[in-house]
């Protein structure tokens, strides 16, 4: 097994920008004045030529999740947050790099705190075949409002129940399609082709974003000017995250040629049969430190994000930098700061966002 390494840096980086100076000096100086003689003109100080606006391509507009141009008939369709298993038998995953972004998180304290995939899709009338979908827990349920979308899995424990009855939840749970893959039934049922559409028009929950559309969760750099968090003074190397999840092992190694961040985990490659046998890869990493609740013997549990607020890092181009969270209620999107207070700007691409438990933080590798 990989000895894990404690990267210690966090503190000590969040404490300097703390303490950088911003006050004005009790003494201040007079501005200088310029004589400008008679019958001259003064002349205006050049402004800075504004950066050209990016020209969207015909019939295209900016992915709210991804900062990419996507067709503009997608513009209003809210998106899909589909629970997928993280058991070794639910392999091959099917579907999963057709996620704009995935949250992966500690799904259960038993069965060595095993993870399970939530895929929030924007495009979701392409799926031929997704999943395999699971159950769901509580943390989700606080995390797809911020997308407005619309949760898809197959049941859940009770422990859901109070969240089903909140005005701004909509979810799809169970009957959808089985597949004859000679494993045990838990492991057979998927998202293909046509499934969402016909579930959208027998529920009558709207394809659009509704009243609780909270807008769009992340602000993206340009692609002619990319974020290099290596202009920060708090920036490290990080060509390698080794996430402290230790059932699965889930890893991210950056690939320097394609400038993404390559899943893999159970010591494999995370790749898609329903798309080429792609491997699962990020433009964009976010891990989010949090304390967990475990409800009863049975490992269930949730993570306490609402109103809440925490550390975390912010990943892309090789590159990392500590970071802050808050989020507020369910419908309130997570906010990620740097040590100088601003909120992050990603990079155009698929985002991963680890929610790692405050009780593994420390376990944590980058290199």
């Known amino acids: 097994m990989k000895k894990k390494t404690l990267v210690l840096f966090l503190a000590a980086a969040m404490a300097c920008s703390a303490l950088t100076g911003c006050g004005n000096s009790s003494e201040e100086t007079a501005p200088a004045v310029t004589d400008v003689s008679e019958g001259q003109t003064e002349e205006a100080p050049e402004e800075e030529a504004a950066a050209p606006a990016e020209e969207a391509p015909e019939g295209m507009y900016k992915s709210e999740l991804t900062g990419e141009w996507i067709d503009e008939s997608l513009q209003s369709q809210r998106p899909v947050a589909i629970m997928v298993d993280n058991e070794k038998t639910a392999l091959l995953h099917y579907g999963m790099t057709q996620a704009d972004i995935v949250y992966e998180m500690m799904n259960s304290t038993a069965n060595g705190e095993i993870t399970r995939f939530m895929a929030i899709v924007k495009d979701w009338g392409s799926i031929t075949q997704f999943g395999s979908i699971r159950s769901v827990r509580p943390t989700n349920f606080m995390i797809a409002p911020e997308y407005n979308a619309v949760l898809v899995h197959d049941g859940g424990p009770f422990y859901i129940d109070a969240y089903l009855s909140n005005p701004w939840v909509e979810n799809f749970s169970g009957g959808f399609s089985r597949v004859d893959n000679g494993k045990p039934r838990e492991f057979t049922e998927y998202v293909m082709t046509g499934d969402l559409e016909d579930r959208f028009e027998s529920t009558g929950v709207s394809t659009e974003y509704d009243d609780y559309y909270p807008g769009p969760h992340w602000q993206f750099a340009s692609e002619s000017s990319p974020v290099d968090l290596g202009a920060a003074s708090d920036s490290i190397d990080c060509t390698l995250v080794d996430l402290p999840f230790p059932h699965n092992e889930s890893q991210l190694d950056y690939d320097e040629a394609s400038g993404l961040y390559l899943y893999s985990e159970y010591g494999m490659k995370h790749t898609d049969p329903a798309n080429g046998d792609a491997q699962l890869s990020f433009t964009n990493v976010i891990l989010q430190c949090a304390e967990h609740h475990q409800y009863d013997d049975n490992g269930y549990m949730q993570f306490n994000i609402l109103n809440e607020s925490g550390e975390g890092y912010y990943i892309t181009g090789g590159k990392a930098i500590p970071v802050t969270w808050s989020k507020g209620a369910d419908t309130?999107?997570?906010?990620?700061?740097?040590?100088?207070?601003?909120?992050?700007?990603?990079?155009?691409?698929?985002?991963?966002?680890?929610?790692?438990?405050?009780?593994?933080?420390?376990?944590?590798?980058?290199?």
């Open 332 to 367: 309130d999107p997570t906010k990620f700061y740097d040590a100088d207070g601003n909120e992050i700007t990603l990079n155009v691409g698929k985002t991963y966002v680890g929610l790692v438990s405050q009780s593994r933080w420390d376990e944590l590798v980058l290199e």
